[in-house]
């Protein structure tokens, strides 16, 4: 039998390019420069971290290539400002770019106002079926997701000068993890967003990454709560460095969720029909959402109990935090079960998704403002 040459596809690694490739070596010599200048500051597991890192990076520069570039652009501008702290080179320009636009704190405020303007724009280019405003609205997007990535890493450094035993990964508090969750809602709706060639969707996407931020800047002024501490005792294991960023993975994933239930409701109702996607995409983008914070959402259950069983001495103690979080689990895994066993789609899907973005925001937040338990180190 003779098989058209259309149907013939190369393998994988074939058809990337010398560029792929530069991508990866690139990200090969980092880790190597980073194992040999911090090695000696890092336990085994954040080294097993960086070197999984590299594969990991070089897979999602390969299948997205707008991640290379921006993953690169990142690297530099951390690296920058590493450099700006390190240097003993103190003219004005240098005390400029670290103090206003390269320090954490810095950089995480052009994120929030990036994020709000982003928003602003997205919402012209709906009302108004602006193609400047939906452009100016992802590049906007993009530059604060850029910006709060990079204030995220040099936090990560900032801490280590403070102390050796202070260092940690920049996930331990409201602070930090609220602005991890508005960059990983940014990074899957941009994907998205390349993906389906539909920037319509931002105006609501952005909507909850713009709550979100709008809490991190009450949150920093009235509590002060920018500032770098050490870790509580319950927060000083490696197994915070990989349960908590792959929870805040399923938390962006059904964040967006929601805001594309939204947006199905809305052009199911006939409001603005013209100017948003076909129900058909926005179900299919729904449902892969779902599916990705699903996954991460019950890796990150997994490690959580096994850090309980190291901390605590136990799998699970029914703690409220525990609680909502398979609550939140249940809520998703019967979504997906209808939807893949009795094919659930249409009104009740995208309702079911606005509502599980509530029972999701108490387990993330409410769970720290009216309970008490084991997990209470996070509290408003």
């Known amino acids: 039998m003779e098989y058209s040459s259309s149907f013939i596809r190369e393998p994988f690694l074939r058809r990337l390019s010398r560029y792929d490739w530069l991508y990866a070596l690139l990200l090969t010599m980092g880790a190597l420069i980073a194992l040999t200048r911090y090695g000696p500051y890092m336990d085994y597991y954040e080294k097993a971290i960086l070197v999984i890192s590299v594969p990991s990076a070089a897979w999602l520069g ?3 290539k707008s991640a290379r570039w921006a993953l690169t652009l990142v690297a530099t501008l951390s690296l920058l400002a590493i450099w700006l702290y390190g240097s003993a080179i103190n003219n004005g320009s240098s005390v400029f770019l670290l ?5 954490s704190q810095s950089a995480i405020l052009w994120m929030c106002a990036l994020f709000f303007l982003s928003t602003a724009f997205f919402w012209g280019g709906l009302l108004f079926k602006s193609d400047l405003g939906y452009s100016l609205g992802s590049k906007l997007c993009w530059a604060a997701t850029l910006l709060g990535l990079t204030g995220l890493m040099v936090r990560w450094y900032e ?11 920049p996930v331990s508090n409201l602070y930090e993890v609220f602005v991890l969750f508005s960059l990983v809602t940014s990074f899957l709706y941009l994907y998205y967003e390349q993906r389906y060639a539909t920037r319509t969707l931002g105006a609501f996407v952005l909507l909850v990454i713009s709550a979100g931020i709008g809490f991190l800047l009450w949150y920093t002024f009235s509590r002060q709560a920018d500032g770098i501490q ?6 000083q294991s490696w197994w915070m460095k990989i349960h908590v960023p792959a929870n805040f993975v399923g938390y962006g994933g059904f964040a967006l969720a929601s805001m594309v239930g939204a947006a199905y409701l809305l052009k199911d109702g006939g ?3 013209d100017r948003l996607p076909e129900l058909e995409l926005l179900d299919d983008v729904m449902y892969k959402a779902i599916s990705l914070g699903f996954l991460f959402f019950t890796i990150a259950t997994i490690l ?11 799998y699970w103690s029914w703690d409220p935090k525990e609680t909502w979080a398979l609550i939140v689990w249940l809520n998703y895994a019967a979504w997906l079960h209808l939807r893949l066993a009795k094919g659930l789609r249409g009104r009740i ?6 509502v599980g973005l509530l029972v999701t925001t108490f387990a993330f937040l409410g769970v720290n403002m009216f309970l008490v338990g084991l997990h209470s180190y996070g509290e408003l």
């Open 230 to 235: 050490p870790l509580v005792p319950a927060l």
């Open 62 to 64: 390969w299948h997205w």
């Open 159 to 169: 801490s280590y000068l403070i102390g050796i035993d202070v260092g940690h990964i």
């Open 349 to 354: 899907a995208a309702w079911w998704s606005v």
């Open 271 to 273: 409001i603005m029909a």
């Open 99 to 103: 103090k206003y636009v390269l320090s």
């Open 304 to 314: 959580g109990g096994l850090w309980a069983a190291d901390a605590w001495g136990g």
